[in-house]
C-alpha cells in the first residue's frame, strides 16, 4: 500500500524559506514520478513541481518558478520542496503526489485519479 507523509508546513512570515518533506513508502519510488500539488482557500488545486524518476526532468508552475526547487533521495524514498522568498500568496495546503504508473511524467494536466495523494500539510504565509 503506497503511503506519502508530508511534513514541514506551518505558520512563517512572507521572505522567508520553508522545506517540506514527502516520506513515501509501499513500493520502489525509483521508478516512479513524484511531485507537490497546493490548494488554496476557495480554490482549485494546482501543480507546483514535479521530478521524474530519473530526476532528469523537472517542472514547475510558473507561480513559483525560480523561487521553489523540488529535489528527491530516491535511496531514502523522500522527495522535497525547498520554497524561498515565500509570498502570502503561496498560502495553501501543499500535496506530495507520486504516479500511479511507473515511467511516468507527473505534469500539471495530470489527472488526480492518475496519481497517489498525501494528505497535505498547511503553509500559511503572513505579510
Known amino acids: 500500500q503506497v503511503q506519502l507523509v508530508e511534513s514541514g508546513g506551518g505558520l512563517v512570515q512572507a521572505g522567508v524559506s520553508l522545506r517540506l518533506s514527502c516520506a513515501a513508502s509501499?513500493?520502489?519510488?525509483?521508478?516512479?514520478?513524484m511531485g507537490w500539488f497546493r490548494q488554496a482557500p476557495g480554490k482549485e488545486r494546482e501543480f507546483v513541481a514535479a521530478v521524474s524518476w530519473s530526476t532528469t526532468n523537472i517542472s514547475y508552475a510558473d507561480s513559483v518558478k525560480g523561487r521553489f526547487t523540488i529535489s528527491r533521495d530516491s535511496a531514502e524514498n523522500t522527495v522535497y520542496l525547498l520554497m524561498n522568498s515565500l509570498k502570502p500568496e503561496d498560502t495553501a495546503v501543499y500535496y506530495c503526489?507520486?504516479?500511479?504508473?511507473?515511467?511516468?511524467?507527473?505534469?500539471?494536466?495530470?489527472?488526480?485519479?492518475?496519481?497517489?495523494w498525501g494528505r497535505g500539510t498547511q503553509v500559511t504565509v503572513s505579510s
Open positions: 509501499g513500493r520502489t519510488f525509483s521508478r516512479f514520478s
Open positions: 503526489v507520486t504516479s500511479r504508473d511507473p515511467y511516468t511524467n507527473v505534469v500539471s494536466t495530470t489527472t488526480a485519479a492518475a496519481l497517489y
